[in-house]
């Protein structure tokens, strides 16, 4: 009998991003940007990718990440939301999970939010997955 091993997934990552964007719904907290740090894990498409075309750039999700930092967010939850629409506008991307979290938030604890999404598949009239 031969053992066969298949590569399953891959998933690029960056973790521990340090960027300083302007959330919050609290009125000391609007207009001024606040630490967040960020961790992104990417789920590609093609399990075992040999080609760049095939994977993501760690530095695109970090000027994804960056990109959102001069609009005012409320909710750190709706920063992650769009950070992974944009990342799932991806054609390599087939499902993310994106952890923030917000360091000054809470007083003795480390608040954040933790959000998984992947893309919906689409079914034509026929009963065909898309």
């Known amino acids: 009998?031969?053992?066969?091993?298949?590569?399953?997934?891959?998933?690029?990552?960056v973790r521990n991003l340090s960027i300083l964007a302007d959330v919050g719904i609290n009125i000391d907290e609007i207009g001024r940007r606040q630490p967040l740090v960020l961790?992104?894990?990417?789920?590609?498409?093609?399990?075992?990718?040999?080609?760049?075309?095939?994977?993501?750039?760690?530095?695109?999700?970090?000027?994804?990440?960056?990109?959102?930092?001069?609009?005012?967010?409320p909710l750190i939850e709706d920063f992650a939301i769009r950070l992974g629409h944009i990342c799932l506008g991806w054609p390599q991307v087939r499902s993310l999970v994106i952890a923030i979290d917000k360091p000054f938030a809470v007083d003795r604890a480390l608040a954040g939010v933790r959000i998984a999404m992947a893309r919906d598949r689409a079914t034509t009239h026929q009963g065909e997955t898309i």
């Open 1 to 13: 009998m031969v053992e066969v091993i298949s590569v399953l997934s891959t998933v690029v990552r």
């Open 39 to 73: 961790d992104i894990e990417a789920t590609l498409r093609d399990v075992a990718p040999s080609r760049l075309d095939e994977t993501i750039d760690y530095r695109r999700i970090v000027a994804a990440a960056q990109g959102l930092c001069d609009e005012h967010i």
